[in-house]
């Protein structure tokens, strides 16, 4: 029994825009890759339904940057809180 072959993300890219394009038909297109016009149907309608999140993926990346930068800026005002209080104490204790 042969193994399934998976082909490259950039090759179904590649097949999946020649068949938007309406060029060929869809059976031509899978006789020309020698492929199954069922599997390029199926490559196009998961191309079709994720191509919204292309869009999306720049505001979750800026959310995320922003959050780990928030973070951080939390973290370092905990620090100069935390030294502002130690300074404070040795000037008390050290008669500056």
Do not use: C
């Not at 973290?75 to 809180?81: F, N, R, S, Y």
């Amino acid at each position: 029994m042969d193994k399934r072959q998976k082909y490259p993300a950039e090759f179904k890219l590649k097949v999946v825009l020649e068949i938007l394009r309406e060029v060929d038909t869809l059976s031509a297109i899978a006789t020309k890759y020698q492929l199954h016009p069922v599997m390029l149907s199926n490559w196009k309608t998961d191309f079709l339904k994720r191509a919204s999140s292309v869009f999306e993926k720049d505001n979750r990346e800026l959310d995320k940057v922003k959050k780990e930068s928030e973070e951080k800026i939390d973290d370092l005002k905990k620090l100069v809180g935390q030294l502002t209080y130690e300074v404070d104490w040795m000037k008390k204790k050290g008669g500056f």
